[in-house]
């Protein structure tokens, strides 16, 4: 997808064949697995299965393009000795254009390499991009202490609370100032979950540089730069060979 671009459902174009682009669209929701970098743009045209049109289906096979001249390009997974768990959390805050909904998504790595990630549409509409940042992180503590679990019961010590890095300050006030929470009583109470695990530190939030927010991956289209820099920190590196891998 281009920069900015934002497919909808009522686009004008010629309706296409459903049950191809069903098929198409169905396979590809297996790529993201081993290519987090193409989560977002599955997941936009997957909100199109019921009355797909040419545009929606020009998008799903720039994918498809965009994946057979990368074919080489994979996630470099290698022997990790010092289990620090991090995450990292961000929001298109109404980027979708039908119901003006935010997409979230998260990722964590253990030592640098990337273990969990996920891009999805929130099911509520967000009032502002702080409420859009507070609403995201509702599966983000969960996935952490699910992950910190585990690595306890591989019989590894976790190395201290999960950092999770957020780019919007406001997200990061709202889950430390009750008082700020005057603000945000019209949230559901299962968003405040994360209140919890950040008073009894067993996560810690911080603010991290919006340029070094790897996770716009998972949320918006972006420049080619910023997209091969993003995919670099990802860790996917291009592999010549098997043999390459191997050594």
Known sequence: MNINEK???DD??????????????????????????????VGIISRFMHNPSKLHLGAAKR????????????????????????GLTDSDYAGNIDDRKSTFNFLF??????????????????????EAEYIAPTSVPCQAVWLKRLVVDFNQKPAGATEIFCDNR???????????????KHI???????????????????????????????TKSLSQAKHEFFKGQLGVCIFESRESVEK
């Open 7 to 9: 497919l909808c459902r």
């Open 170 to 184: 406001s997200f990061i006030v709202m889950t430390k100032k009750p008082s700020f929470h005057s603000r945000t």
């Open 63 to 86: 994918i498809l393009r965009y994946i057979a001249e990368t074919s080489e390009r994979g996630i470099w997974c290698s022997k990790v000795t010092n289990f620090t768990l991090n």
């Open 188 to 218: 559901n109470i299962r968003y405040h979950y994360i209140q919890n695990l950040v008073s009894t530190r067993e996560i810690t939030l911080k603010s991290c540089d919006t340029n070094e927010q790897a996770a716009d991956i998972f």
């Open 12 to 41: 004008g174009a010629e309706i296409a064949n459903a049950t191809y682009f069903r098929s198409l669209v169905g396979g590809l929701n297996y790529l993201p697995h081993t290519r987090p970098y193409i989560a977002f743009f």
């Open 109 to 130: 790595d253990l030592e640098s390499e990337i273990i969990s990630w996920r891009s999805k549409k929130q099911e509520v509409v967000a009032l502002s991009t702080s």
